[in-house]
């Protein structure tokens, strides 16, 4: 109690006005903004010696700051590119890092006990609502949507304060929230990262069977999306997705189709390597016209037109999506078992669509999406099938 007693004392006594001043019974240092200097800087209170430092210098006002839970770091707002922004810095004014960048204000940054994270206050979409940001990575995520003002009761911009900011010497209530779980998790025992999207993108990691990935981007099809880290694409359908994709902003990124193998003998007459070659047959739907919310199911021909057997049994994916948009509605994974040459295999997959009906939808289905089995050819495993789905008994 001494120590919340000298810090608010030495605060009250400085010159000029603080603003949003950290303390903690428990701290050996307390970060604030005070504009004594003639704009708001911040500095750190040493709580043993009574000494303040100030720790940054720069036309624009710094104010908003927060020690991180193992009082290294320092996380503050500041707009030093005309709009208020975060950044961080550590606790002796070195290695400053910019980690939002828009033209909106960002403010009230509170670091959360994981030390990871960090939630704050935004009007990046025209009204003040609360997000969390992930300081490594920089993944962003919205967790209230209303037209409310969120920044807490006592926000405003009075005298002295940077136009729509919280008013200076005033700390608003701020939730705490828990550190996501994830945007999605790996269904497969393993998947691919490339480097972007498509089956023939370069590889440059992988992700093992229940691991968790924060998503960035994503393929105007939804059939690939963009991780954090490791950073690059993966297969949409391998991931089982926890948030709507819908809110996740669509990547312009070039489609990298699986490469043709090169002829094993580079003679005259080339003679292709002695291989499986799974290639993508007809597709029927089961009844003909799907009904909304009623499942119907997906037929879909995969036949082994190479010189060997399949080298593993292997899945289908299936996504269907609306055909304006390219926003996705459904997906489900099929399977076959290892094909002889010659041999056509029929996968069934059951699927209910419940959105959007009276339009066209489009359903893409890819044979191996994970390029699990060896062939000679590559470029010929997806078909797409377009159906208008009926109103059917949806309201």
Same mark, same amino acid.
């Given at each position: 109690?001494?120590?919340?007693?000298?810090?608010?004392?030495?605060?009250?006594?400085?010159?000029?006005?603080?603003?949003l001043a950290q303390g903690d019974s428990e701290a050996e240092?307390?970060?604030?903004?005070?504009?004594?200097?003639g704009n708001y800087e911040l500095y750190v209170l040493d709580l043993e010696t009574g000494l303040t430092t100030q720790l940054t210098n720069d036309p624009a006002d710094d104010i908003d700051p927060q020690l991180s839970a193992d009082g290294e770091m320092i996380v503050f707002a500041s707009d030093r590119d005309g709009d208020f922004e975060l950044f961080v810095v550590n606790l002796d004014g070195t290695g400053l890092e910019q980690i939002t960048n828009n033209n909106k204000n960002d403010v009230q940054p509170r670091w959360q006990p994981n030390g990871n994270n960090i939630v704050y206050m935004s009007d990046v979409n025209g009204e003040w609502d609360v997000y969390i940001i992930t300081a490594a990575t920089g993944v962003v995520r919205q967790l209230t949507n209303d037209p409310a003002d969120e920044r807490g009761p006592m926000a405003g911009t009075g005298?002295?304060?940077?136009?729509?900011?919280?008013?200076?010497?005033v700390s608003t209530p701020f939730p705490t929230a828990a550190a996501p779980t994830g945007d999605a998790v790996v269904g497969g025992t393993r998947l691919n990262v490339r480097a972007n999207p498509g089956p023939g993108a370069r590889i440059v990691g992988g992700l093992a069977q229940g691991q968790t990935?924060?998503?960035?981007?994503?393929?105007?099809d939804n059939s690939w999306v963009q991780i954090a880290s490791p950073a690059g694409w993966v297969y949409a359908p391998l991931l /089982?997705?926890? %948030?709507? $994709?819908?809110?996740? *902003?669509?990547?312009?990124?070039?489609? !990298?189709?699986a490469a043709t193998a090169t002829p094993a003998l580079p003679t005259a007459t080339p003679i292709p390597a002695a291989s499986a070659n799974l290639?993508?047959?007809?597709?029927?739907?089961e009844p003909s016209q799907p009904v909304c919310g009623q499942t119907f199911n997906v037929g879909f021909d995969v036949a082994n037109l190479g010189t060997l057997p399949s080298a593993a049994s292997g899945t289908v994916s299936l996504v269907d999506v609306?055909?304006?948009?390219?926003?996705?509605?459904?997906?489900?994974?099929?399977?076959?078992?290892?094909?002889q040459?010659?041999?056509?295999?029929?996968?069934?997959?059951?699927?209910?669509?419940?959105?959007?009906?009276?339009? /066209?939808?489009? %359903?893409? $289905?890819?044979?191996? *999406?994970?390029?699990?089995?060896?062939? !000679?050819?590559?470029?010929?495993?997806?078909r797409t099938i377009s159906y208008t789905l009926s109103k059917g008994a949806c309201p």
């Amino acid at each position: 109690m001494k120590r919340v007693v000298l810090t608010l004392m030495l605060l009250l006594t400085s010159i000029g006005t603080p603003v949003l001043a950290q303390g903690d019974s428990e701290a050996e240092f307390v970060v604030f903004a005070s504009d004594r200097s003639g704009n708001y800087e911040l500095y750190v209170l040493d709580l043993e010696t009574g000494l303040t430092t100030q720790l940054t210098n720069d036309p624009a006002d710094d104010i908003d700051p927060q020690l991180s839970a193992d009082g290294e770091m320092i996380v503050f707002a500041s707009d030093r590119d005309g709009d208020f922004e975060l950044f961080v810095v550590n606790l002796d004014g070195t290695g400053l890092e910019q980690i939002t960048n828009n033209n909106k204000n960002d403010v009230q940054p509170r670091w959360q006990p994981n030390g990871n994270n960090i939630v704050y206050m935004s009007d990046v979409n025209g009204e003040w609502d609360v997000y969390i940001i992930t300081a490594a990575t920089g993944v962003v995520r919205q967790l209230t949507n209303d037209p409310a003002d969120e920044r807490g009761p006592m926000a405003g911009t009075g005298e002295g304060a940077p136009g729509g900011v919280p008013t200076p010497g005033v700390s608003t209530p701020f939730p705490t929230a828990a550190a996501p779980t994830g945007d999605a998790v790996v269904g497969g025992t393993r998947l691919n990262v490339r480097a972007n999207p498509g089956p023939g993108a370069r590889i440059v990691g992988g992700l093992a069977q229940g691991q968790t990935v924060d998503i960035i981007g994503r393929y105007y099809d939804n059939s690939w999306v963009q991780i954090a880290s490791p950073a690059g694409w993966v297969y949409a359908p391998l991931l /089982t997705i926890n %948030i709507d $994709l819908a809110t996740v *902003p669509v990547v312009n990124a070039a489609f !990298t189709e699986a490469a043709t193998a090169t002829p094993a003998l580079p003679t005259a007459t080339p003679i292709p390597a002695a291989s499986a070659n799974l290639v993508a047959g007809i597709v029927v739907l089961e009844p003909s016209q799907p009904v909304c919310g009623q499942t119907f199911n997906v037929g879909f021909d995969v036949a082994n037109l190479g010189t060997l057997p399949s080298a593993a049994s292997g899945t289908v994916s299936l996504v269907d999506v609306r055909t304006a948009d390219g926003a996705q509605q459904g997906t489900t994974i099929g399977g076959f078992p290892v094909l002889q040459p010659g041999q056509t295999f029929r996968v069934t997959m059951p699927l209910t669509i419940s959105t959007w009906y009276n339009e /066209t939808h489009t %359903i893409t $289905l890819i044979i191996d *999406p994970g390029n699990q089995i060896g062939e !000679t050819v590559e470029t010929d495993n997806a078909r797409t099938i377009s159906y208008t789905l009926s109103k059917g008994a949806c309201p």
